[in-house]
């Protein structure tokens, strides 16, 4: 299980966090034609996965960049 943020690239706003056991599935969804949210439609720009400490232990979560399309 990971965290999936969607982040519009050009302000940095959080469009939607999510926890998904398919993160790959996601990803590949994600770069596909657009991806639709209640504020517009985006298209996938790039991804990072991040790692971070929480409580001890370590954890990843997968950011997805997008723009407005």
């Known amino acids: ?3 999936v943020i969607f ?3 050009f302000t940095g706003a959080e469009l939607l966090q999510m926890v998904s056991h398919d ?3 996601i ?3 994600a770069q596909g ?3 639709t949210f209640p504020v517009g ?3 996938y720009e790039f991804h990072n996965l991040d790692f971070y400490e929480e409580n001890g232990e370590i954890r990843q979560e997968l950011v997805i960049y ?3 399309i």
């Open 23 to 25: 993160v790959a599935g």
């Open 27 to 29: 990803l590949a969804a």
């Open 7 to 9: 982040i519009e690239a």
């Open 1 to 3: 299980m990971m965290n």
């Open 41 to 43: 439609h985006f298209k």
């Open 33 to 35: 034609e657009s991806v």
């Open 66 to 68: 997008v723009k407005k």
